[in-house]
């Protein structure tokens, strides 16, 4: 088993920034893929970012696109998301979601990144509120 621990939430004014930690453990070399979902009130919950294990491999939806930045530390067994530039819009509950299933083939393909069904493992989820 693997377990997820999400920190760095919080309430930020628009255009200010914040980083949030997902921390894992447990049997964690199975993992091959981090990834940030998010949920905000009354919506689905959607993708905004994944990493490979080696961290050569990024990406992003395109709501984010240039304004957060994923990255790893392996040594910590911890994945990071950058988040600058906050929008009101982006008001949710993050959630941190690691997986098993990345390999080239998958890691040319968004439409399989981006589905959360893919993911094995979830954290409890952090809130990040931006006021405007």
């Known amino acids: 088993q693997v377990q997820l621990v999400e920190s760095g939430g919080g309430l930020v004014q628009a255009g200010e920034s914040l980083r949030l930690s997902c921390a894992a453990s447990g049997r964690t070399f199975s993992i091959n893929i981090m990834g940030w979902f998010r949920q905000a009130p009354g919506k689905e919950r959607e993708f905004v970012s994944a990493i490979n294990s080696s961290g050569g491999s990024t990406y992003y939806a395109d709501s984010v696109k240039g304004r957060f930045t994923i990255s790893r530390d392996n040594a910590k067994n911890t994945a990071y998301l950058q988040m600058n530039s906050l929008k009101p819009e982006d008001t949710a509950v993050y959630y941190c979601?690691?997986?098993?299933?990345?390999?080239?083939?998958?890691?040319?393909?968004?439409?399989?990144?981006?589905?959360?069904?893919?993911?094995?493992?979830w954290g409890q989820g952090t809130q990040v509120t931006v006021s405007s």
């Open positions: 979601a690691a997986g098993e299933f990345w390999n080239l083939w998958v890691g040319r393909r968004l439409s399989i990144i981006a589905d959360q069904s893919q993911y094995k493992y």
